[in-house]
């Protein structure tokens, strides 16, 4: 997604972690950065069911990136689907995404946040309707497609949305429903998934279930108030501050603090419109700008994506014995990742950003070479072959090839004939007298598989939305996070559209590998460009990028606000700090 104009500044601000911030959250450090809020006020129900209407948005997002998981299987079996015609399908909606992503910027600040939600759900249900209608390959991959706007529109608007509804001191805690729920909708998904993989057209209905919940965020939204950042920024000054008490639970006796609050946004607003995206190339953004978008970029070329979109495929691979057994493993996949995410939000102020990546990309790393090292023990290391006879009797390596089928009378890999519309017909079975070692591979691929899940659900998977959202001043951050979403989006897609390829190409245990060392390349770049930015304010984390604040050859060392005397100035402080070279691991 990109954010194409300047108002976006919070579209991915989650959690601006306690340092330099009062008892209530708020940041004393700089009047603009939020919303100040009085320490006596809590979200209202009002609030409440305002951002869990909106959360739909981030629900349909992990369904339907999710959902294909397991309809992937069955599709390709009606279909006759060809490696590649797999990988546009899964691929589709993220190339959606990115074209959602471009609108949903300018959209929201031409026409507002309610309106841009209202069209993502419209765009979800035909979507929805051209998926579970197909009846040939184009229409299925033009739903996919369609489907991936809806998600771009929705994972723009939606944490823009709830940040600029949400008092400051709870912004955090109210947009990681938002994520929690992209989270609990691919576990959703899978759960469908596995119920409905033995029915018939069962994967016509995970589709059409995903309309069920964008109809109900359709009929609710219009009762539901527009964004207060938006309404000031059009005049309308008197629903500004309608929406605001009410989203703040207090009365009328607070008009002052109201007027305060609309002070604040006014001048945000105007902050905002002074930035041009020239100002990125600035030397004391330039840093923050790199590792903003190289995190992102390794957060989707770490090849997680192959684990949520392909599970189901990878299992199979692995020597389940068919898609079903494959789609209700996956279930234990998408669990391990919503768990990790959740205890990920509770730790990484506490372990911090820098620390746990650095960490959970090790972890990842062993668990994708353990899993190209099961892929070795269930169909060695054989290379897609020109033809199907070549494979012999390694029925697992026939197997993968989606030309071929194994044929138990003969012991040997046959090529699948055609059938009368022009499709090949796949063979669903288990490979005969599999031996010790290939079941072990097995049960060592789905272990390997979830742990791996899980370092990213606790590292890669939240830290660099987190860091993203604290490493840009308020005037430059929206199209600052809007270029390094952009990047996230465009890895998923080249992930999404070579996982398959690769894999005949360079074989499972090569993919599984070559994701391995991307990884590697990636703790170096953590290791020496990231610096920690929990426990400090947001003018201590831009202090650090200024100009001779961080050396260019050495790690990155952080003050944690704990040391820091309260009668110090931070500044002075992190001036003191400048060029140790020391490393908190």
Same mark, same amino acid.
């Given at each position: 997604m990109v954010s194409s104009t300047p108002d976006h500044a919070q579209a991915f601000d989650l959690p601006q972690h306690n340092? %330099?911030?009062?008892?209530?959250?708020?940041?004393?450090?700089?009047?603009?950065?939020?919303?100040?809020?009085?320490?006596?006020?809590?979200?209202?129900?009002?609030?409440?069911?305002?951002?869990? &209407?909106?959360?739909?948005? %981030?629900?349909?997002?992990?369904?339907?990136?999710?959902?294909?998981?397991?309809?992937? !299987?069955?599709?390709?079996?009606?279909?006759?689907?060809?490696?590649?015609?797999?990988?546009?399908?899964?691929?589709?909606? /993220? !190339?959606?995404?990115?074209?959602?992503?471009?609108l949903a910027g300018a959209l929201s600040d031409l026409v507002g946040r309610k309106p841009v939600t209202l069209l993502s759900s419209i765009v979800f249900i035909v979507g929805a309707a051209l998926m579970t209608f197909a009846h040939h390959y184009w229409l299925l991959l033009l739903g996919r497609v369609v489907v991936g706007v809806g998600v771009g529109l929705a994972a723009l608007v939606v944490p823009l949305y709830i940040g600029e509804l949400a008092p400051s001191a709870y912004r955090g805690r109210l947009v990681t429903m938002n994520v929690l729920l992209i989270t609990g909708g691919q576990l959703v998904a899978y759960l469908v998934s596995s119920a409905l993989t033995d029915v018939k057209d069962g994967w016509r209905w995970m589709m059409a279930i995903s309309a069920l919940p964008a109809i109900l965020q359709l009929i609710t939204m219009p009762f539901l108030p527009e964004s207060p950042r938006y309404l000031i920024k059009k005049g309308d000054i008197s629903a500004a501050e309608a929406v605001l008490r009410r989203c703040m639970g207090i009365s009328d006796a607070n008009d002052a603090y109201i007027a305060k609050?609309?002070?604040?946004?006014?001048?945000? !607003? @105007?902050?905002?419109h002074k930035t041009r995206y020239k100002d990125l190339l600035r030397k004391s953004l330039r840093r923050p700008l790199i590792i903003a978008c190289g995190l992102q970029l390794w957060q989707q070329l770490s090849g997680f994506n192959t684990a949520m979109y392909y599970s189901a495929t990878i299992l199979k691979m692995a020597g389940f014995p068919n898609a079903k057994s494959a789609t209700l493993f996956s279930l234990l996949i998408a669990g391990t990742n919503m768990v990790m995410t959740m205890v990920a939000i509770k730790i990484i102020d506490r372990v911090g950003r820098r620390k746990i990546l650095l960490v959970t990309i090790i972890g990842m790393i062993f668990g994708l070479v353990v899993l190209g090292v099961a892929f070795i023990m269930i169909s060695g290391f054989t290379v897609r072959q020109d033809e199907c006879v070549q494979y012999n009797d390694?029925?697992?390596?026939?197997?993968t090839d989606d030309r071929c089928f194994f044929q138990d009378a003969t012991n040997s890999c046959q090529e699948m004939p055609w059938d009368g519309e022009g499709k090949r017909p796949t063979y669903d079975g288990i490979?005969?007298?599999?031996?010790?070692?290939?079941?072990?591979?097995?049960?060592?691929?789905?272990?390997?598989?979830?742990?791996? &899940?899980?370092?990213?659900?606790?590292?890669?998977?939240?830290?660099?939305?987190?860091?993203?959202?604290?490493?840009?001043?308020?005037?430059?951050?929206?199209?600052? +996070? %809007?270029?390094? /979403?952009?990047?996230?989006?465009?890895?998923?897609?080249?992930i999404? !559209?070579?996982?398959?390829?690769?894999?005949?190409?360079?074989?499972? +245990? %090569?993919?599984?590998?070559?994701?391995?060392?991307?990884?590697?390349?990636?703790?170096?770049?953590?290791?020496?460009?990231?610096?920690?930015?929990?426990?400090?304010?947001?003018?201590?984390?831009? @202090?650090?990028?200024?100009?001779?604040?961080v050396p260019d050859s050495s790690p990155i060392s952080v003050i944690p606000t704990h040391e820091r005397s309260a009668s110090q100035g931070s500044q002075d402080e992190t001036r003191r700090r400048r060029g140790q070279g020391s490393q908190e691991l």
């Open positions: 340092g %330099g911030k009062d008892h209530d959250g708020v940041n004393k450090s700089s009047a603009v950065e939020d919303y100040a809020t009085p320490g006596d006020s809590s979200p209202s129900r009002f609030l409440y069911l305002l951002i869990t &209407v909106l959360a739909i948005g %981030g629900f349909l997002f992990g369904y339907d990136t999710g959902v294909i998981a397991g309809a992937l !299987l069955p599709i390709k079996e009606e279909f006759g689907l060809s490696t590649q015609q797999q990988e546009f399908v899964v691929g589709g909606t /993220t !190339l959606g995404a990115i074209l959602g992503g471009l609050e609309v002070d604040t946004i006014r001048e945000s !607003l @105007e902050l905002s390694n029925c697992a390596a026939c197997s490979c005969p007298n599999r031996t010790q070692g290939i079941k072990a591979g097995s049960w060592l691929a789905l272990a390997s598989l979830v742990f791996y &899940v899980a370092a990213y659900g606790l590292g890669l998977g939240n830290a660099p939305w987190l860091i993203q959202s604290e490493l840009f001043p308020l005037d430059i951050r929206g199209k600052a +996070t %809007g270029m390094a /979403t952009a990047c996230n989006f465009a890895g998923n897609l080249v999404s !559209l070579t996982f398959l390829t690769l894999t005949q190409r360079i074989t499972a +245990t %090569g993919t599984f590998w070559l994701y391995a060392g991307i990884l590697v390349i990636a703790w170096l770049f953590i290791y020496y460009l990231v610096p920690e930015t929990a426990g400090l304010n947001l003018e201590d984390i831009q @202090e650090l990028f200024r100009e001779g604040s």
